[in-house]
């Protein structure tokens, strides 16, 4: 997956600014930080060097008071984003990207489900759109994420493995990685190089949390196994060993009536 645009020269989004902007806005949401563009010109002998320091560079995350203010921000941000009048398409894009979750737990209170509490802001799996249906991904929100193309593959992939860290299935949107096996498949050597330099024990949680469900043994887990062995095997030994190991564990567990 190529998200790096190289003509003459290459412009790349590459920070979320934190500063508040000065005044009053008539919408809270473009209050929250506003990303800065940066031209960077590639020369030819040092064109890899330069494409590494983008590609690692951190997207910090923009502060909310509440799941609640982070829900709005993003259907705000994405609807800029994929409205063709807005202006300025790539820093809504860039803003949507940072105010999406960071983790597991922040992905349930933005769209999950809790028995005591009842649903998050973003639990309804009204798919509007329905595109992203065939991925496993009833909300749009989270397969506007899936397919985000404008963020370097480093800062894109950390986030999207943050969010399938210690990931269990809880149902409708909580559930099949957030679409994550769908990248390895696609784009395996770029997810595997960012995956690798995560620890066994949080990578076995991303690989589980792909085959997680209440029948987890099943023929579909089992062929997406295989197809995802296969890929991940011809990248790195390690991965495609904890990848077996996260499977087998989870087929041990299942004994027909769930786990």
């Known amino acids: 997956m190529n998200r790096l645009l190289i003509i ?13 902007k000065s005044g009053h806005s008539k919408n809270q949401h473009d209050e929250k930080e506003i990303p800065s563009a940066k031209i960077v010109s590639l020369k030819t002998h040092n064109e890899t060097k330069e494409v590494e320091q983008l590609e690692s560079f951190e997207y910090p995350a923009l502060d909310f008071k509440s799941p609640k203010e982070q829900s709005d921000s993003l259907q705000a941000f994405m609807e800029r984003a994929t409205n063709p009048a807005s202006t300025n398409r790539q820093k809504w894009k860039l803003k949507f990207f940072c105010a999406f979750p960071n983790s597991f737990n922040r992905m349930q209170l933005i769209f999950g ?11 309804s799996t009204d798919n509007t759109t329905r595109d992203y249906l065939d991925k496993g991904i009833f909300s749009d929100v989270i ?10 593959d480093t800062a894109y992939y950390k986030k999207y493995i943050a969010i399938n860290i210690d990931g269990k299935w809880k149902a409708d949107n909580i559930s099949n990685a957030f679409g994550f096996h769908h990248k390895i498949l696609n784009d395996t050597e770029d997810v595997c190089s960012v995956l690798s ?3 066994a024990s949080q990578i076995r ?3 589980r949390f ?6 987890p043994k099943n023929d579909y887990n089992k062929k997406l196994y295989k197809n ?32």
């Open 197 to 199: 330099q995560y620890d």
């Open 205 to 207: 949680t991303v690989f």
């Open 143 to 152: 397969g506007y994420f899936s397919d985000l193309k404008s963020i370097p």
């Open 8 to 20: 003459s020269t290459l412009i790349v989004l590459i920070s979320c600014d934190q500063s508040r």
């Open 113 to 123: 489900f809790d028995n005591e509490k009842g649903a998050a802001p973003l639990y």
């Open 210 to 215: 792909i085959f997680d469900g209440p029948h």
């Open 228 to 259: 995802l062995k296969s890929k991940i095997d011809s990248q790195d030994k390690r991965l495609s060993r904890l990848l077996t190991e996260s499977y087998e564990n989870l087929m041990t567990e299942d004994d027909g009536h769930g786990h």
